[in-house]
C-alpha cells in the first residue's frame, strides 16, 4: 500500500517542481524565494540532524517562534524523523511553555531568540527530559544546552540519505503526526493527537472544495500553533504546491503592507483582523464628501445587490452587471488595493463567532468573505460556506465525506476522516468527547432547512476572543481569588478584544481594610484606594502566571457578591455565566469603550 503523508507530498514537489518557489522571506525590499527542491533539502537536512542528535521514531519536537521558516522546516524534520511535532504560542508564559514540552515528552525545541530561550531556561530544572534547544537564525547564546541554527544542520552531516528514507518509508497513515495544544474548561491544556492522514485528508479537501491551484498564495502571519494556519501554511501549501510569504515579525505593523506586496489569493483571518479592516475602510470613506461620497454610497448599494446573486452562485447580468463593474472600477478596486486583497479568490473567517454585518460589508465591495466553524480536533473544518454557496450568519454545510449531526440536546457532533485520534497521555478526555462514533464537540447547534448550520451557544466553558484566542476562565478566576478581599470573579471577554472580570469582595475583609483607610461601605467598591490594591494583586498575583492575552486587562469592583436569588449562581454555587452578563452588562460595556 502507498503511504501518503505531508512528507511523501513535500518529496513529490521537490521531484516535480523542484525551481518552482515554494516560500518567500522578506529581505530589505524585496521577497527573496526558496524552491520546492531547496525546501525540501531543508526539511531533510533538519531530520538529519535530529536523528544525529539522538531523535527516536514517536518522540516529539516544539517549536515556540513567530512564523518563519525555520518554524515549518523544524515542524516537517520531526515528522519526516518519524516523530510528532507541537507548536507553542509566543505570549505563552514559562509555566505555560513548561507544562507544554514536558507534556508531549520533547527532548529538542526550537525557539526564536534569546526572549523565548529564556522561558526555556527559567525552567529547565522541571525539563528532565530536554536535551536540546535550537534557536532560528540570527540568534545567539551561550549556553551548552542551546545550537545555532546553523549548528543544528551540521549535526546531521554525518547521517546519510538512507537514514531519513528509512524513516520516512516507516511511517504511517495513522502515526501521530502534530500535536495541538488547545484549552480546556478546567486545568492544563490537553493535546490534540491528529495523524498523517488526518491532515492530508483535510489539505487534500480544502484544495478541492476551494479550487486552489499551485498558482495561489497565501501570507502566514497568524500563529502557526494554531492548526488553522498550519493548514493553510504547510499542508495545502505543500499538497498543492502554492506559495506561501512568511509575514514580517509584527502583523500589527507590517500585515497590511505585507498584503499589498504579496497580493495573496487565500487569506485567512479571525473576526479581529476583519474588524480592524473594516474600520479602516469606514473611517477612510467617512472622509469623502460631496460627489465621492454619494458614489461611494451608489457602489456599495450595488455591491449589496450584486453580492446578494453571488452568494447563490449567480452572477449579476443586464443592467446591474454594468453598474457593478462601474462600482468596481469606481470603488471597490481603491478598496481592495488598498488592503492588499486585489487578487483575493478566498477570504475565511473563523476561530471565533463574526457579526454578520462584517462579511455582507466585506462582500458589497467585491471581497470574497466567508465564514467557516470547527476545531482543533477535526483539523480545522466542521462546516463551511463558500463564496458561491454562503449564508450569512450561519457557518456552512457539512464537508463532503463528512457527517454532522446534532445531539438530542442540540450539541454537534462530527465524524470522518478529519476526527483527531484522542488527546495525548489523557484516556478519560478522549472517552469524553470521542463516543459512539462521533466528536462530540460541546458546541450547540441547529441546522436550517437547506442545511446551513448555525452555532448557538456552547456546552463547555470556554472564551474564544475577537482574535480566536481559546481561554480556559476559570483558570485566571481561581488565581483572582487569590488575592486578599476578593470572594468571587467571573472572567469576561467573549468576542472581546481582550480579558476583563467582575469582582466581588469578601465582606469581612472589605469592612476591615475599610476601616483601615477610612472609606465608607457605601463608596468602597468605587473607591480609587480598593482600585489601586486590587490592581496590584491582579498585576502581582494574577497575571505573571499567564500569557498576555489571558491577562486580565480591566475589572469592575461590583457592590454586591453573586446571588442564587438573582439567578448568577446554581444552588450548588456554580457561576451561571449568561445571568451575570446580563445582570451586569453596563459595567460589562464600561470596560470596553474607547
Request: hydrophobic letters at 40%; aromatic letters at 8%.
Amino acid at each position: 500500500m502507498t503511504v501518503d503523508t505531508v512528507l511523501h507530498r513535500l518529496h513529490e514537489n521537490g521531484r516535480k517542481r523542484a525551481n518552482a518557489p515554494a516560500y518567500y522571506v522578506k529581505a530589505t525590499d524585496h521577497w527573496v524565494p526558496t524552491t520546492w527542491q531547496d525546501y525540501l533539502n531543508e526539511v531533510r537536512q533538519a531530520a538529519k540532524a535530529l536523528i544525529a542528535l539522538g531523535f527516536q521514531p514517536d518522540e516529539g519536537v516544539c517549536i515556540l517562534g513567530f512564523n518563519r521558516p525555520e518554524w515549518t522546516i523544524f515542524n516537517l524534520a520531526g515528522m519526516l524523523a518519524g516523530g510528532h511535532s507541537s507548536g507553542i504560542y509566543t505570549s505563552n508564559s514559562p509555566s505555560e511553555v513548561q507544562y507544554i514540552v514536558h507534556h508531549s515528552e520533547a527532548p529538542f525545541v526550537l525557539v526564536e531568540d534569546e526572549a523565548q530561550w529564556q522561558k526555556i531556561n527559567e525552567k529547565r530544572d522541571e525539563l528532565p527530559g530536554l536535551k536540546k534547544v535550537v534557536l532560528m537564525k540570527g540568534a545567539s547564546v551561550d549556553d551548552p544546552m542551546v545550537l545555532t541554527w546553523e549548528a543544528f544542520l551540521a549535526q546531521g552531516e554525518s547521517i546519510g540519505d538512507d537514514k531519513v528514507d528509512e524513516r520516512l518509508n516507516g511511517l504511517k497513515p495513522d502515526d501521530l503526526a502534530q500535536l495541538i495544544y488547545t484549552s480546556g474548561t478546567t486545568g492544563p491544556p490537553k493535546g490534540v493527537m491528529l495523524s498523517h492522514n488526518n491532515l492530508v485528508w483535510t489539505a487534500q479537501l480544502a484544495a478541492e472544495l476551494l479550487g486552489i491551484t499551485s498558482s495561489d498564495s497565501s501570507l502566514s502571519y497568524l500563529p502557526l500553533s494554531h492548526i488553522a494556519e498550519q493548514m493553510f501554511t504547510i499542508h495545502t501549501a505543500v499538497t498543492m504546491g502554492y506559495q506561501v510569504y512568511y509575514a514580517q515579525y509584527s502583523p500589527q505593523e507590517y500585515l497590511v503592507s505585507n498584503l499589498c506586496e504579496v497580493q495573496p489569493t487565500l487569506v485567512f483571518g479571525v473576526p479581529r483582523i476583519w474588524e480592524r479592516f473594516r474600520d479602516g475602510v469606514v473611517a477612510k470613506l467617512s472622509h469623502a464628501t460631496g460627489a465621492k461620497a454619494k458614489i461611494a454610497a451608489w457602489a456599495i448599494d450595488v455591491g449589496t445587490e450584486a453580492s446578494a446573486l453571488k452568494r447563490q452562485g449567480k452572477e449579476p447580468s443586464g443592467l446591474l452587471a454594468i453598474k457593478f463593474n462601474l462600482a468596481n472600477k469606481l470603488v471597490f478596486s481603491t478598496i481592495k488595493e488598498g488592503l492588499g486583497l486585489t487578487r483575493a479568490k478566498f477570504c475565511i473567517t473563523a476561530a471565533a463567532p463574526i457579526s454578520p454585518d462584517i462579511i455582507s460589508f466585506f462582500n458589497s465591495v467585491d471581497i470574497p468573505l466567508f465564514e467557516l466553524y470547527g476545531q482543533s480536533e477535526d483539523c480545522g473544518p466542521t462546516t463551511t460556506n463558500l463564496p458561491h454557496a454562503n449564508k450569512i450568519g450561519t457557518v456552512g454545510c457539512t464537508l463532503p465525506g463528512t457527517e454532522v449531526v446534532l445531539d438530542t440536546d442540540g450539541e454537534i457532533m462530527v465524524k470522518g476522516p478529519h476526527v483527531f485520534l484522542g488527546y495525548f497521555k489523557e484516556p478519560a478526555a478522549t472517552e469524553e468527547t470521542l463516543y459512539d462514533g462521533y466528536l462530540h464537540s460541546g458546541d450547540l447547534g441547529q441546522f436550517d432547512q437547506d442545511g446551513y448550520l448555525t452555532i448557538v451557544g456552547r456546552k463547555k466553558e470556554i472564551i474564544i476572543t475577537s482574535g480566536g484566542k481559546n481561554i480556559a476562565p476559570k483558570n485566571i478566576e481561581a488565581a483572582l481569588k487569590n488575592i486578599p478581599m476578593v470572594a468571587n470573579a467571573v472572567v469576561i471577554g467573549e468576542q472581546r478584544r481582550y480579558i476583563t472580570a467582575l469582582i466581588t469582595l469578601d465582606p469581612a475583609a472589605a469592612n476591615k481594610f475599610a476601616s483601615e483607610n477610612g472609606i465608607t461601605g457605601q463608596e468602597l467598591h468605587n473607591h480609587p484606594k480598593l482600585r489601586e490594591t486590587l490592581q496590584k494583586g491582579i498585576d502581582e498575583i494574577v497575571n505573571v502566571h499567564f500569557a498576555r492575552v489571558e491577562q486580565v486587562r480591566d475589572f469592575r469592583v461590583l457592590p454586591r457578591d453573586f446571588t442564587v436569588e438573582d439567578g448568577e449562581l446554581t444552588p450548588t454555587l456554580k457561576i451561571k455565566r449568561r445571568i451575570v452578563n446580563q445582570n451586569f452588562e453596563a459595567e460589562i460595556e464600561s470596560m470596553y469603550k474607547e
